[in-house]
Every structure is written in structure tokens, then in C-alpha cells.
């Protein structure tokens, strides 16, 4: 278990490396952090100069990125150009998308796999086909447009939740942005749940089970469910980091203020400092998220063992 | 997983690991952009879940079909009896045409407006009202087809071509390609695909739709390489691979005429699926201001200016939206009908 842990954790090192040196190279080599700082005004030449040599953007590319590196495992992600330090608007953001990523997982988790467990007991039957058939509306409708229509039919129509939420993002507010979120990820938890337990219903062991005469609700919860919901947990481990990433969207819409909002005016100021850092966390959350779910297996069936 | 198998173990495990992959992939809806990525058959981690599968049916990847007929052949009498297949083509061959001539059912002009008008609601003529310049929201839906089909299929062709090219080279080849793939495709897969998106075009200046495909493309062919991979690599360990491999065939020859193929199904049903995807993406991107710009007209972009008037004038909101999740419905639908066509296990 320990030297998997370790093989796992060596192999994540050249992913971290380059999908953060693929972001920093879209930000501080397409476009020009200098000049951003400066906003709309052109920069006086021997200022942008002195800048350039001051944050050492006037090295190559690499150099650049081995020194931003060198701080950040040190702890410093810079600051944001209104002066604040980026680690204070991440001190500010993550518990927010945090509160709203579990918000959209458990919805997710509870909705989508008692869907599933239902439609795929009850395969073919009217059940399964209106759920099936309803997850496929459910994927077809993008976020945005669902949030901009939630938002206005529950929060602003009847009232039930509030259309922005404040500043604090307290749980009961989060509600109907969890909702939004996390509809997408249900669809494809219900049907990944389903497709998963159809399959495993003609295992083997189910068969033992039922020919053991043990109750039905013990086959399924404790033989069925238990092996069936393994490439459910690798889609919600996946699925934390892209929710906390995505968040864009939904944190936009209901005016939340967490890593999606910080990262959206980051990027339309191109406010450098702020874009590469918020990403670098979320890149390692995600590699984090992968890891974990691996390690769930052994956890869920226990005819894996890791060497 | 580069190495051969040894003839005489069994390989069940491994081969059905890659062919059971894309079905499971595409078994949960779509991996779709948004969310990241879904799986990565190649880790070399044990994927034991897949291995009290071993004895299920294979999908019928080149094996004999009884009744004398083809895997395609199969697929198409099994999709020209299915309602949900013949409703998604009807739907997706109207809007490609309405793409193709806009004209055909709108004859206005989605550019001119009459301020006179603005956030009108129905009127004679202008069934979906009026936007906030006035203009005729039935016009600028019609003709917004183009942007989202256009986007959809260039890129999906282009991800797809990347990805089965390149996927299918190294599932054939082997060796140290393919491990140097497997780490880029993991490097794309660990960047959240709407940040690559919007840092990415955030400093793009142009407003038409070829920087939304290329961003498509950069960041979807990891997808469909995996899905190819996984194929291949099962396709390449048939017996008549080997055959053919013993009576002398070249490596052209054996990657034309045996394996594409055989191993061609998977992806095809993926790419489907995630041309609709690719749509969605493209319109969130326009959303928040990135993909495509004005005066491109786009679904996503009258979205994104409807959703600021929502509480004056809800309809400049809902009918775009509208053709927008219907142009979606109708690929994923169409990418379902073809995997339970092509793939009967999960009947």
C-alpha cells in the first residue's frame, strides 16, 4: 500500500508539472501581464523596463517558471495588481466553492445514485426509461442556461431562495447554486449507477446470494450496491476537482464570491498572479481527488489489494 | 501497458479493460468536457472491477454476428427500427439545414433592429418577440444554428481525427510513444477544461468561430486517443491480427485493412456523443464572453445578453436557450441510439 502510495504520488509529479507549466505559458507568454497591469493607459517604456526586470519577466520562459515554482512551494503566491496577496483571496475564496462543491455533491451522491439504484432494478420498465430519458435532458441543458432559469424561477418568481448570495455564502444560501452545479454531474451519476448495477445484477456472487435465500434488500444494498458503486465513486472523486473548476459558471450567475469568481476577473484583467496560482491549486485538488479514489477502492472491494 | 501478452495466459483481464473502457465511457452519457475526464485505461494500476467481467460478451468488434451479417450492417437494421434514433437524425439533419440556408425559414435580417421594439414581446410576424436592439429574436435563433453546428463539427472531426490518428498509432506501435502519449494526455486532462478555455481564448482577440475550434480540438483529442488506444490494443491481440501478421502483411496494410476497421466503433460513439458536448461548451464559453464575439450571432452570446433582462423579457432568454439544449438533446441522443446499436451488451 505505502509503495503504491509512493508510485502514485512520483507519477502525479510530471502531470502537476506540465498542465501548470501549459497554464503559465498561456498566461505570461500570450499575453503581456505588464501591460495589463497598466490597464487601458499605455506603460511609460522605463517603467514597464524596471517592472519587467523587477519580477524577472525578462528572462526566458522556463527561467520564469522555475523561479514561480521555487515560491510557490515556499509559499508565496504573489500578489494580485490591487496590491492584495493572492493567498489572501484564496483564504477568502476556497472555503466558499468548498462549501458549494459539497452542496452539489451530496445532491448529486443522494439524488443520483437512489435514482439509479431504482431505474436499474427496474430495468425496461416505465421507471427506467422516463429516468434514462430525463438524465439525457438533464445532460442537454448547460449549466448556465439552467442556473439562469432556476435562478429566476425559484429566486426571483416564487421567492424559495435568494437570486445573489452574500458575500459570507453561508450553507442555506448555497442551496439552490449547489442544485445547479451539481444537475449535470447527477445525470451522469444516475446512469453510470444503472448502467453498473444492470451489469452486476448477473454477477456470479448475486447469483449465490439470492440462491443462499438471503432477503432481497440485503442482495442489493450489501452484495449488489457495494461492487456496483466502484466506478461511481471514480466519477465523484473526478467530478470534485472539475466541480470546483466549473464552478465558473454557477459562482458567476447567482454572484458568488469564490474560486470561480476570483478567477473570472482574473482572467479578464489578466491579472497573472491570481490565474496561475488559483489554477495551480486546483490542478493539485484534482490530482489529490484521483489519488484518493484509487485508494477508495481497496476500500469498496476488497478483492483489491495493492502491492 | 505496452507489453506484449504472453500467448499463453489468458489476457482477459487486460483486453477487456480496453474494450469495456469506451463502453463504460460512453455508458454513463458522455465524458464530457466540462467535467474533465472519466478514465484512464492505461494506468497501471489494477482495474480489478473489470476482471469478474472477463467472461461477459465482448462487443461484437469483428466476431462472427450469426445470421450472416456485419457489425454494420447489424447496427443500421437495429437504428432504422429505433424511435429515438429516427427523431435525433430528423432533428439534427433540420439543423443542419437551416445552418446551411437560414433562409429557408427566417427571411429577415438577424442584424437589423428597431430600438422602437426592444424587449417586445410576440407580435404578428416576429413569433419570439424582440431583443433588447430590437431585433427579431426568431431570426437570430434561426440563424444561430450556424455558429453551434459549425463549431460542433469542425471540431469534432478535427478531435477526432487527432485523436484516433495518434491513439491509434500508439495502441499499434507500443513502446516509448505510447507512454510519452499516455503523460501529454494526462497533462491536458489535468487542466480543468472551462479555466483552459477561458484563459486560452481570454487572449484571443479574433470573434470568429476557428479559435473556439482549435481550443476544442488542443484539449479534446485526449479523449478520443484513449478510446482509440483502448481499441486498437484489443483489436491488435485477435487472432486474425496475428493472422494477417503471419501471412506477411505490412504494418499500413494491417493498420487499413484489419484494424481501423474493427476498432473505428468505439470512437465513432464517442465523438457523436461528444459533439453535443462540444456545442454546450462552445456556447458556455461564448457565455462568459470568450468564445465567439459579435457580430457573430450565437446562441450563447444572445444567452449571455438576455440573461442581464430575464425579469423584463424572459423570451429573449428562453428561446435560444431552447435551441440551444435541443440541438444538444439531439446529438447525445443520436450517440446513444449508435452505442446501443453498435454495443447490444447493455440491453
Redesign the interface.
Known sequence: MGR?VLR?LLQMI???L??TF??FF??YA??DPVAALFGDKAPDPATAARIRKDLYLDEPLWSQYVHYMGQVFGGHFGTAFNGQPVTELMAGAFPVTLRLTIVAIVFEVALGITLGVLSGLRRGRGLDTSVLLL???V???????SG??L??VFG?RWGWARPSVAPEAPFTELLLPGVVLGL??L??TT??TR?SL??NA??DYVRTAVAKGLPRRRIVVRHLLR?SL??VV??IG??I??????A??TE??FNIHGVGYQ??QG??R?NSPT?VGF?TI??IV??LANLLV?LL?AVL?P??R?A | MPEPCEPLQPCEARSDTSSDRPVDLAATGTATLQSGPRSRPWRRRPLPRLRWRAAAPRPATGGPVPGNRGLWSDAWHDLRRNPVFLLSALVILFLVTIAVWPQLIADGNPYQGNLAKAQDGPAPGHPFGFDLQGRDVYTRTVYGARASITVGICATAGAALLGSVLGGLAGFFGGWWDALLSRIADVFFGIPILLGGLVFLSVVTSGSVWPVVGFIVLLGWPQISRIARGAVVTVRQQDYVLAARTLGAGNGRMLLRHIAPNAVAPVIVVATIALGTYIALEATLSFLGVGLKPPTVSWGIDISSASTQIRNAPHMLLWPAAALSITVLAFIMLGDAVRDAIDPKLR
Not at chain 1, 139 to 145: A, G, H, K, Y
Not at chain 1, 241 to 246: E, H, I, K, Q, V
Open positions: 503504491y502514485r510530471p502531470v502537476f506540465g498542465a501549459l497554464i498561456m498566461v500570450l499575453g438524465t439525457l435532458v445532460v442537454s441543458i448547460p449549466t448556465f442556461v439562469t432559469v435562478q429566476y426571483v449535470v454531474s445525470a451522469y446512469r453510470l448502467t444492470v451489469e448477473r454477477a461492487t466502484i466506478p471514480t466519477f473526478t467530478d476537482g472539475a466541480l470546483m473548476g466549473g465558473i459558471v458567476r450567475i478567477l473570472y482572467i479578464l489578466q490565474v489554477v486546483l490542478v484534482f490530482l484509487d477502492y472491494d478483492r483489491i495493492y
